[in-house]
DNA sequence: CGCGGAGTTTTCTGCTTCAA
DNA sequence: TTGAAGCAGAAAACTCCGCG
């Protein structure tokens, strides 16, 4: 994609890339009509996805039909680029619902010891005592015009402590009256949620800044686990040599932390041995009393 | 009681700023 | 140069409210 080219318009692109919006409901329908179980089935459609959206961004063009038109266009684009988060979490419940047969809606609402969550993956779906709760993230992003290639590492510490944040106030919900003094790493791991990290990272490569290092960001996700969750898996993918789309990059055989499968396998078995027998899950445990009276609190933002 | 539109809240990624 | 912190702006989800 050379400077002294003329910037190609919505129809060049979708010609050579396809259209965004299309591409995410096909993968998004195969996933369902086939009942896809596994990421890597479906990885080469996902980085198809990724790659017609970052054509976009990169061209500066809004993908035809997206967003409002009364929208500037830069904004749109910027707007419907921001979306990606959403599909990557979309596509994760659906894998999880088809490997467990649970009913798992993507972005539920969940209740913590403070405030309420939108959790990415939760199960069982409902707001109270939740047993399993996944977040994904979706990071890194081309270079285009002036703006430098964003890092899959940028703003992690943000995401990090977003993370830490919602697995220990879920699990404080529960109000464990006990409050028996124990090791933060005993109490983490017997209390719920299992809490779970998806990591999804383009890699930066080349250019002016340095490349992204696939071990680095393992190691952020592994550090995650050892103080605070309970699984964290990883994809990611980088530039072809010859620039004509994505690739994925496969993890280290000694990378401290899992492919994506292998921790939607994790999940789905920390489902099916919380089923009760019938197959249901089973019934929420209400704390008897509240830490934090979260009314008062939101009574006390109003009056401000 | 259900429907639909308007308004509000939450969440998303990435940009800017600042300091070491 | 790097990373922490705060903010931006839109989409999606949710809530509220009037109406028949």
Known sequence: MGDDRVAPTATDLEARHGHPGDLWRDLQARVQDEAIEEFSRIEADWLGVMWSL?????????????????????????????????????????LLQNRTDQPIPPRTKVQGMSQVHKIDVAWPAREED???????????????????????????????????????????????????IEHWGQWRARTPPKTYFLWAARLRIGGARSDDDIIRLALEAQALVNSYLDGAGLVAWRLKPDGSGYEGVALPPAAPVSVLDDVLTQIASEIRVQLEPGGAPPEPLRPATRAVDVTRLLLDEEAR
């Open 130 to 180: 939740v047993l399993v709760c996944a977040a994904t993230k979706v990071t890194g992003a081309p270079a285009y015009g002036s703006t430098p290639a964003r890092s899959a590492l940028s703003d992690f510490s943000n995401r990090r402590k977003e993370l830490k944040f919602a697995a220990a106030d879920l699990k404080l919900y529960r109000g464990d009256q006990k409050a028996e």
């Open 54 to 94: 970052d054509a976009y961004r990169i061209a500066g063009v809004a993908p035809r039909g997206m967003g409002k038109t009364t929208v500037r266009e830069s904004d749109r684009l910027a707007a419907i680029y921001r979306t990606k988060g959403n599909w990557f979490a979309t596509l994760m419940a659906l």
